[in-house]
């Protein structure tokens, strides 16, 4: 692995050599790959492709593609992927819960990338502000293919002393739901441990809502008021039923009217996210959201709970928020989450952090990246700061995974990637980058840094959930039509025409030999998230093994 920072210098060279590559909204028609490089070489010298370069500034809006018009393989001559940073861990942790009472989760809630980042990284992080670009890979059992990780780290949070202090508005499900064991009461008990972990100068405010919402608590100082936070959390009972949009709409008017200059503003939400009464739809609540972070910068960290639980509408409602979602199932992982990853989960390094890579199309035949099915960003806007990204904390590390197919006998340079941020008070953009070779992806994956296969065996667990199935993939080259990368043409109906289930990732194992890879990995970093994987894949193929399969569905790759 290799960090270094490849200067805007170079990248305005190269852009006036006239090395440009479309992005996926505005790529032309019918030139191949193979045109492309030719083109690419008479035009500069230059030897891969570059970033799509600077936009004017769009209307402002959230333009994150959202239709499924972006394939899972970029056409050539398009060699852009982009797409904005995500911290989300929840898919994950309610997968891991479902399997526990064994159960397989719903396809439709398995995100890739949410498996991924559920584990900790060690990426040389950069000093102050800003990321650094990490690059690495190695070869799949599938010939040609390998798996290539960016990898991106923010700076390890300050001490409790020396952080900002925070001003935080607690919107709470006290909804009839709440009542099942492992809701309302993992909440309050959340709710305590937080509290005390919060410093004197750190600020509280507690919304509840069921039917109707209610400030129970305004924006208080919690030096010398400690224990009223801690009296008005435990009166708080489950009853009738859950308008969520009030709670949003009522936490966000708490937060603003007790919003303090200086301090992390943040709302945080704790739910099962099941809303029954009032605007249900994800459309209306999210539009709230969406004005409060536009006018007042007050960002959503969503805590879901709970074995019947609103995924899809609590991930939404925070990526509107520019924040981020977690899932709680027992005490041992609320104090992960209110303690040990506090600072992360209340702090920002970065707003609107978008990544681009760029592949090189002299020695890359075609890619998936896995996952970010709905935080991909149309290339072109990249550089257009008006474009929402995602929102990172401190200590936080992000993960991309992709499979990348090579050109046979290719060498030289495979991709460069970028991320692009901006400041969190000034906004102010910047930008890191760093790059991969094909001698980097020479090794063999299962032989790779503990990192890397940790990080595979979550992709391909969350790939097998999404296909409903343990089988493995087929040898050779399983996941592209044959003339997938000579056409621009649009893509043939993604279903298999035998079982309608998903395309294997490359090189994809059976669940019981995932499991054996799995015992494999280093524990040194995070022995109990290790070993809680294993565990989940083995509960899985259990229940694949015994004809429970999840009845996965949809897009096959191209």
């Given at each position: 692995?290799?960090?270094?920072?490849?200067?805007?210098?170079?990248?305005?060279?190269?852009?006036?050599?006239?090395?440009?590559?479309?992005?996926?909204?505005?790529?032309?028609?019918?030139?191949?790959?193979?045109?492309?490089?030719?083109?690419?070489?008479?035009?500069?010298?230059?030897?891969?492709?570059?970033?799509?370069?600077?936009?004017?500034?769009?209307?402002?809006?959230?333009?994150?593609?959202?239709?499924?018009?972006?394939?899972?393989?970029?056409?050539?001559?398009?060699?852009?992927?982009?797409?904005?940073?995500?911290?989300?861990?929840?898919?994950?942790?309610?997968?891991?819960?479902?399997?526990?009472?064994?159960?397989?989760?719903?396809?439709?809630?398995?995100?890739?990338?949410?498996?991924?980042?559920?584990?900790?990284?060690?990426?040389?992080?950069?000093?102050?502000?800003?990321?650094?670009?990490?690059?690495?890979?190695a070869r799949t059992d599938a010939d040609g293919w390998s798996m290539m990780r960016v990898g991106l780290a923010t700076g390890a949070g300050e001490s409790q002393g020396e952080r900002p202090p925070a001003?935080?508005?607690?919107?709470?499900?006290?909804?009839?739901?709440?009542?099942?064991?492992?809701?309302?009461?993992?909440?309050k008990e959340s709710l305590g441990i937080m509290t005390d972990q919060l410093r004197d100068d750190d600020s509280v405010a507690l919304v509840t809502f069921s039917d109707s919402a209610e400030t129970v608590?305004?924006?208080?100082?919690?030096?010398?008021?400690?224990?009223?936070?801690?009296?008005?959390?435990?009166?708080?009972?489950?009853?009738?039923?859950?308008?969520?949009?009030?709670?949003?709409?009522?936490?966000?008017?708490?937060?603003?009217?007790?919003?303090?200059?200086?301090?992390?503003?943040?709302?945080?939400?704790?739910?099962?996210?099941?809303?029954?009464?009032?605007?249900?739809?994800?459309?209306?609540?999210?539009?709230?959201?969406?004005?409060?972070?536009?006018?007042?910068?007050?960002?959503?960290?969503?805590?879901?709970?709970?074995?019947?639980?609103?995924?899809?509408?609590?991930?939404?409602?925070?990526?509107?928020?520019?924040?981020?979602?977690?899932?709680?199932?027992?005490?041992?992982?609320?104090?992960?989450?209110?303690?040990?990853?506090?600072?992360?989960?209340?702090?920002?390094?970065?707003?609107?952090?978008?990544?681009?890579?760029?592949?090189?199309?002299?020695?890359?035949?075609?890619?998936?990246?896995?996952?970010?099915?709905?935080?991909?960003?149309?290339?072109?806007?990249?550089?257009?700061?008006?474009?929402?990204?995602?929102?990172?904390?401190?200590?936080?590390?992000?993960?991309?995974?992709?499979?990348?197919?090579?050109?046979?006998?290719?060498?030289?340079?495979?991709?460069?990637?970028?991320?692009?941020?901006?400041?969190?008070?000034?906004?102010?953009?910047?930008?890191?980058?760093?790059?991969?070779?094909?001698?980097?992806?020479?090794?063999?994956?299962?032989?790779?840094?503990?990192?890397?296969?940790?990080?595979?065996?979550?992709?391909?667990?969350?790939?097998?959930?999404?296909?409903?199935?343990?089988?493995?993939?087929?040898?050779?080259?399983?996941?592209?039509?044959?003339?997938?990368?000579?056409?621009?043409?649009?893509?043939?109906?993604?279903?298999?025409?035998?079982?309608?289930?998903?395309?294997?990732?490359?090189?994809?194992?059976?669940?019981?030999?995932?499991?054996?890879?799995?015992?494999?990995?280093?524990?040194?970093?995070?022995?109990?998230?290790?070993?809680?994987?294993?565990?989940?894949?083995?509960?899985?193929?259990?229940?694949?093994?015994?004809?429970?399969?999840?009845?996965?569905?949809?897009?096959?790759?191209?």
């Amino acid at each position: 692995m290799r960090t270094w920072k490849i200067r805007q210098a170079l990248v305005a060279a190269a852009v006036a050599g006239g090395l440009l590559i479309t992005g996926c909204s505005g790529g032309g028609g019918g030139e191949r790959a193979s045109d492309h490089a030719d083109k690419s070489r008479g035009s500069g010298g230059a030897t891969g492709p570059m970033p799509a370069p600077a936009m004017p500034s769009a209307p402002d809006g959230d333009k994150r593609q959202e239709d499924g018009a972006e394939r899972d393989f970029a056409p050539p001559p398009d060699y852009l992927s982009t797409f904005a940073l995500d911290v989300d861990t929840a898919s994950y942790g309610f997968a891991r819960r479902t399997l526990a009472e064994g159960r397989l989760p719903d396809p439709s809630t398995v995100r890739p990338e949410e498996f991924v980042n559920s584990f900790r990284q060690d990426y040389p992080r950069p000093e102050g502000d800003g990321f650094s670009v990490n690059v690495d890979g190695a070869r799949t059992d599938a010939d040609g293919w390998s798996m290539m990780r960016v990898g991106l780290a923010t700076g390890a949070g300050e001490s409790q002393g020396e952080r900002p202090p925070a001003a935080l508005t607690f919107v709470i499900d006290v909804s009839g739901s709440m009542a099942e064991p492992g809701r309302l009461d993992l909440v309050k008990e959340s709710l305590g441990i937080m509290t005390d972990q919060l410093r004197d100068d750190d600020s509280v405010a507690l919304v509840t809502f069921s039917d109707s919402a209610e400030t129970v608590l305004p924006m208080t100082r919690l030096g010398g008021h400690r224990g009223k936070v801690h009296s008005a959390v435990d009166a708080m009972e489950p009853t009738q039923s859950t308008n969520l949009e009030a709670g949003i709409r009522t936490g966000y008017d708490t937060a603003v009217r007790g919003q303090r200059e200086g301090a992390t503003n943040r709302v945080v939400l704790l739910s099962d996210a099941l809303a029954n009464t009032g605007e249900t739809s994800a459309d209306g609540i999210l539009e709230r959201i969406s004005d409060a972070r536009r006018e007042h910068g007050i960002t959503l960290f969503g805590v879901g709970v709970g074995s019947d639980y609103g995924d899809a509408l609590m991930e939404r409602l925070a990526d509107k928020g520019d924040g981020h979602t977690t899932y709680v199932s027992d005490s041992e992982e609320a104090e992960k989450v209110f303690c040990e990853q506090l600072p992360a989960n209340i702090e920002l390094r970065a707003r609107d952090a978008k990544a681009q890579v760029a592949f090189d199309p002299e020695t890359v035949e075609r890619f998936k990246l896995i996952g970010y099915d709905n935080r991909k960003v149309a290339d072109d806007d990249f550089r257009d700061d008006s474009v929402d990204g995602g929102e990172v904390g401190p200590g936080h590390t992000v993960t991309a995974l992709y499979a990348v197919q090579m050109k046979p006998g290719a060498s030289g340079h495979v991709a460069t990637a970028n991320v692009r941020w901006l400041d969190p008070d000034s906004r102010a953009p910047h930008e890191e980058s760093n790059q991969i070779e094909t001698g980097d992806l020479d090794g063999e994956l299962w032989d790779a840094d503990g990192g890397l296969r940790t990080a595979a065996v979550a992709a391909y667990f969350s790939d097998a959930l999404r296909r409903g199935t343990s089988g493995a993939s087929e040898p050779g080259d399983p996941a592209v039509r044959p003339d997938a990368s000579t056409t621009t043409a649009a893509p043939e109906p993604a279903y298999t025409s035998e079982s309608g289930t998903w395309q294997p990732l490359p090189g994809a194992p059976a669940l019981s030999e995932l499991a054996r890879h799995a015992e494999d990995l280093p524990t040194s970093g995070d022995s109990k998230a290790v070993l809680g994987l294993v565990s989940a894949v083995r509960q899985a193929d259990r229940l694949m093994g015994d004809g429970h399969g999840g009845g996965g569905g949809g897009e096959m790759w191209e």
